[in-house]
């Protein structure tokens, strides 16, 4: 019976990675959308990267930023006095997507007069819900059995309305530097520490300078925010490459990085 137990979870399992791998192919961009001061409408384009039609749920849910790492905090209503949901607008709620098709989902807010200086946050949830036949059949003296997976895939972007005069700073902290257990790659911690009113909307880079002074870039993070819920985040910045000696150049800028400007930024000597 053990015997039986082991070899049906094992099985069980692998359906599991094989139907996770499946749902892998939803592509959503932007990855975030930024509502500023005289901002009303904007554009998330949903796309259809694997070979079968598919079905998207779309729908709100409130997510509060975590100290630390930034994990989420799912909530089931707002922890602020102010819902934004109820002021955006978006369609289509539901989504039919054939291979590699693509659905353009059209956000609208209404700005309702005096409403608290800062920053205000939902999450739009994209999900896939289907029923898949695992067809994992097992001989137990002679009856099958024979399992059905249901399959709950969702994915969420960060909706964000600014109210008032932008007032947002961050200040890098000491970083820390080590190596992945299971990838084996270096990474870099960075702390960064926010004040103001605003979230930080940042894209986090980090660059290597060897001793000659040439400089390269080894690793970033395009959506390195720290909503104003927390006042500290750390950042783990995984490095595409061996470095040895020199410094590291840290610098947190916009999201928007062509417009050029720096939340904040150091240079670390390494031993």
Not at 47 to 70: A, C, H, P
Not at 118 to 145: R, T
Request: glycine share 8%; with cysteine.
């Amino acid at each position: 019976m053990k015997r039986f137990l082991r070899l049906f979870l094992a099985c069980l399992l692998v359906s599991w990675a094989f139907i996770g791998a499946a749902y892998a192919n939803i592509m959503i961009t932007p990855t975030r959308v930024v509502f500023d001061e005289r901002d009303r409408y904007a554009v998330v384009n949903l796309i259809n990267g694997s070979d079968e039609t598919k079905v998207y749920l779309l729908e709100w849910k409130f997510m509060r930023m975590q100290e630390g790492s930034g994990g989420y905090e799912r909530l089931e209503e707002p922890f602020t006095d102010f819902d934004l949901s109820q002021y955006v607008d978006f369609s289509p709620r539901r989504v039919t997507l054939a291979p590699g098709a693509v659905q353009k989902v059209r956000l609208a807010l209404r700005r309702p007069a005096d409403v608290p200086t800062g920053d205000y946050h939902i999450h739009l949830k994209f999900k896939l819900e289907e029923m898949e036949p695992s067809q994992v059949i097992v001989s137990n003296g002679g009856k099958n059995i024979s399992t059905a997976v249901k399959v709950n895939v969702s994915y969420t972007i960060p909706v964000i309305a600014r109210f008032g005069e932008v007032q947002a700073s961050a200040e890098i902290e000491r970083i820390d530097m080590g190596r992945d257990q299971d990838s084996g790659k270096l990474y870099v911690e960075v702390p960064v520490a926010r004040s103001g009113t605003h979230a930080v909307l940042g894209y986090l880079r980090v660059f290597h300078l060897d001793k000659a002074g040439n400089e390269r870039l080894i690793g970033e993070i395009s959506n390195a925010h720290i909503f104003p819920e927390i006042n500290k985040r750390i950042f783990k910045v995984q490095l595409n490459d061996e470095i040895q000696g020199g410094r590291l150049r840290v610098e947190l800028r916009h999201l928007d990085k062509d417009d050029g400007f720096i939340y904040s930024e150091r240079v670390f000597d390494l031993e």
